[in-house]
């Protein structure tokens, strides 16, 4: 629970990422073409229900990650598809 950042490539002193709710319920920080809209965590995974509206065409799914790291501070999460993606809790 909380959100969770991380540095935009490209565009110092910016960051994007994700905030989970309590209730379940998510959204993005600064991701206006990937919109997550709730969150589920089952033992080490992660499932976020996610829309993206890129490109003119819309998509929904839900991502599953792996919890590779969860700390009060850092939260790294990898992908099937080979990628990681490491946030900090954004204060």
């Known amino acids: ?8 490539n490209g565009q110092p002193g910016e960051v994007q990422g994700i905030k989970l709710e309590e209730n379940g319920e998510a959204s993005s920080i600064n991701m206006h073409t990937l919109i997550y809209k709730e969150w589920e965590q089952q033992g080490d995974q992660l499932y976020l229900t996610v829309k993206s509206i890129g490109n003119g065409i819309e998509i929904e799914g839900v991502d599953t990650l792996k ?4 700390t009060p501070d850092s939260l790294v999460l990898s992908s099937n598809y080979g990628y990681t993606l490491e946030y900090v809790r954004q204060k």
């Open 1 to 8: 629970v909380g959100s969770w950042v991380m540095p935009i």
């Open 67 to 70: 919890i590779d790291k969860l």
